[in-house]
């Protein structure tokens, strides 16, 4: 019989549980002076490119109710569509935008990103994506951190040839996908089960 | 970094796809609160893209000297905290065996006696006043890193009648692209409470469950101060680009 190639498996997901603040926003939930700020809390600095928006939202369970005990992550390129991280083979990214956020939901349910519209983001082989923000959310309940993707719905030309949402549309979910704008606000609500499920990806 | 070098480099690989055989469903009813939390219809599955390839970096220099060390991260100046003293450490790596450097890794847990310190948190043991229970690092070129703590006791919780949480510590990870990004728990060698805990049989393969069993490791235990487990991670690897100028990911 042939020897199985030597690749490792990836280390299993556990549920981040109901104590995730403490390990991902130890400052907002009493854990003073460990560090002196939470990370993600800001992702914008003075002199950002781009046009100001806030994103906000909620995580809503099969029966309805507001997830109140998540923590929400999001990952975006600048307004140029170049992401911030090492791995990034563009060169010119705005200095002022980390493109990462973290938030733990408010009492109310809610998170509020105060971010940049991103630029569209070129697909290797050719082609570009329509503007989106990467969502990860994890919380109780949550066996394997849940990732999807919000789309703009005032991008409605470039969501058309979007081809993460040309797969969303083949199965009639494409708009679970769009959050919707208006002025400067962009509401996403999160639906984890339920008539409007949210696409989540697997990716 | 040279810019001129930079405009040239090839686009990072993309990852090797998830087994999912090696996480659990998202719907697992044995766990209850993942019941209502778990969507139902399939995921929709693609190849990385820049926006997987990519992911935030963080740097060594926003570490404070006692990040890691959770027996006086929150403790007053000159107490520790309570508990039995350990150190945790290991290595960061890929599907490929490939140390991964700057990984940020948090980690939280309970108290000596099971308690965590959180608002929503209603079980008797009591809190310590020198515990907070939360820490952070990153790991370095060979992609290691380690924390001191004291051993977290185990726990009761509302799920079944009589279910009791094994020893624990959460892991949080960001690897170098953000489909890498994973939260787990570890486990203590020899923890009988382990083959009966709810939230571990989520996971289905008993070799899986293995990999989130830290091994006591005498070789690193220091002599009457603190005993040493090993825990290794494995993250996402990356495929090969081949027909590139430059090879990543292997």
Known sequence: ?203 | MNDRLSNSRAEAGAFIERDHSQHPPAFAPGYKSSVLRAPKQSLISFASTLSEKTGPAFGHNMLGEYDNDLIINYAKPGEEAIGQRIVVHGRVIDQNAKPVPNVLVEFWQANAGGRYRHKREGYRAPLDPNFGGFGRTITDDDGYYWLRTIKPGPYPWPNGVNDWRPAHIHFSLFGTGFAQRLISQMYFEGDPLIKICPIVNTISDPDAIDRLVARLDMNNTIPMDLRAYRFDIVLRGRRSTFFENRKEGN
């Open chain 1, 1 to 203: 019989m042939s020897k199985p190639l030597d690749y490792l498996k990836e280390t299993p997901s556990q549920t981040a549980g109901p104590y995730v603040h403490i390990g991902m926003t130890p400052n907002e939930y009493d854990i003073n002076g460990v560090i002196p700020e939470d990370l993600g809390l800001r992702v914008v600095s003075d002199g950002v490119k781009g046009e100001r928006i806030n994103v906000k939202g909620r995580v809503i369970d099969g029966g309805g109710n507001p997830v109140a005990d998540c923590v929400v992550e999001i990952w975006q390129a600048d307004a140029n569509g170049i992401y911030n991280s090492p791995m990034e083979h563009r060169s010119g990214v705005d200095p002022n935008f980390s493109g990462w956020g973290r938030q733990p939901v408010g009492s109310n349910g809610e998170f509020a990103f105060d971010t940049i519209k991103p630029g569209p983001v070129p697909v290797a082989g050719g082609g570009v994506m329509a503007p989106h923000i990467t969502f990860w959310i994890v919380a109780r309940g949550i066996n394997v951190g849940l990732q999807t993707r919000m789309y703009f719905s005032d991008e409605e030309e470039a969501n058309k040839t979007d081809p993460v949402l040309a797969k969303a549309r083949m199965i009639a979910r494409e708009k679970t996908l769009i959050g919707q704008r208006d002025g400067n606000i962009v509401t996403f609500d999160i639906y984890l089960q339920g008539e409007n499920e949210t696409v989540f990806l697997d990716v």
